[in-house]
């Protein structure tokens, strides 16, 4: 699945406590995104970036932070998690050189804010 | 801004029904794409229209790129189960800078 890994897999944290999840590529592609799925909402995009230290936020960013140091790792951190927050969080890539070509997906971590 | 609408949102069909999603955008979209996410996994790329009144197969399954290019269409024929999971239609926005995906169609087979 184009080399998508996410860390962690599962998370329950409580209110008010920082979270960062983990994406990770091994093929250095430059788009990386950021989306969480919740039912009857589809896939919304949170944050995307298009190279190292370039970033930029999607539909749905309050309360969400990102950053990219490297090529291959793309972080989301959660400053104060909320139960609003409790969501299927995925990241995907796109291998081509355009942001809305084809995208890949990670597995997803599962997210709950207790 | 951009929404892209998918109907229904739930379809129950018997093994062997045939099954059709419906995608619509409010705006022109340069492409559209399909996935497919099964339960309890991860959106998997299934295809991309580009041009006008596009049609496209893979075996069971036909794609349709509206004449105006603001709505698409996936149709199953003779489900199986295999073809159980959610399907999202997904476009550029108006500046083409990223994907809106659509709510997506849930698709349960009853044996």
């Known amino acids: 699945d184009a080399g998508i890994t996410q860390s962690p897999r599962h998370k329950v944290t409580e209110t008010g406590t920082p979270v960062t999840l983990r994406c990770h590529q091994t093929?250095?592609?430059?788009?990386m995104y950021w989306y969480r799925q919740d039912p009857g909402h589809g896939l919304r995009l949170i944050h995307y970036?298009?190279?190292?230290?370039?970033?930029d936020k999607g539909e749905v960013s309050d309360g969400y932070s990102v950053s990219r140091s490297k090529t291959e790792d793309f972080l989301l951190t959660l400053e104060s998690a909320t139960s609003s927050q409790t969501s299927v969080y995925f990241c995907?890539?796109?291998?081509?050189?355009?942001?809305?070509?084809?995208?890949?997906f990670g597995p997803g971590t599962r997210l709950t804010v207790l | 801004g951009q929404q892209v609408m998918q109907i229904p949102q739930y379809q129950h069909v018997q093994e062997g029904e045939d099954f059709t999603t419906y995608c619509n955008s409010s705006?022109?979209?340069?492409?559209i794409q399909w996935y497919k996410q099964r339960p309890g996994g991860h959106p998997v790329f299934l295809i991309q229209?580009?041009?006008?009144?596009e049609v496209k197969k893979q075996k069971r399954l036909t794609f349709q790129f509206g004449e105006a290019k603001k709505n698409s269409s996936l149709h199953i024929t003779a489900t199986q189960t295999t073809d159980v999971g959610t399907y999202f239609c997904?476009?550029?926005?108006?500046?083409?800078?990223?994907?809106?995906f659509g709510t997506g169609t849930r698709l349960t087979i009853i044996p």
């Open positions: 995907a890539i796109s291998t081509s050189g355009a942001s809305t070509d084809t995208q890949y």
């Open positions: 093929e250095n592609h430059r788009y």
């Open positions: 970036s298009y190279g190292v230290k370039d970033t």
């Open positions: 705006t022109t979209l340069s492409n």
């Open positions: 229209l580009v041009k006008s009144g």
């Open positions: 997904a476009g550029p926005n108006f500046g083409n800078e990223k994907l809106t």
